[in-house]
């Protein structure tokens, strides 16, 4: 996976962790129980779902890093979120978690 493709993903990933859907997943749904549109109908539908698969494989990666790479990639990825203060800088940290994400999603089948 190039640098290009990885930062696409985890534009993926920050787009769904910004969505409304991302809460639903955790048990608050955002429609009514009686009012479900089920992706992939359509092209449109397909290329959500798809990015849906990726920003899950993205967010079990990202879940899976050491502490202090995960902090980097969250302060980087959604800045704002929290403040975090760490032995070593941000930019170095988040650079060693991309590399430990490379790997970690390429095990999970996004190339």
């Not at 779902?49 to 990202?62: F, G, K, N, P, T």
């Not at 995960?70 to 032995?87: C, D, E, F, H, M």
Request: hydrophobic share 40%; charged share 30%; glycine share 6%.
């Amino acid at each position: 996976m190039d640098d290009q493709r990885l930062t696409d993903v985890l534009h993926c990933w920050r787009d769904y962790m910004r969505t409304p859907d991302h809460l639903a997943e955790l048990g608050y749904p955002s429609t009514a129980a009686g009012i479900r549109f089920r992706p992939g109908d359509d092209f449109d539908g397909m290329i959500d779902s798809m990015d849906h698969r990726v920003a899950l494989a993205a967010d079990a990666a990202i879940d899976s890093l050491p502490i202090n790479e995960r902090t980097a990639v969250y302060a980087t990825i959604l800045p704002g979120s929290k403040v975090w203060r760490l032995r070593e800088a941000i930019p170095v940290l988040h650079e060693r978690a991309r590399e430990m994400l490379k790997i970690a999603l390429r095990a999970r089948g996004i190339e």
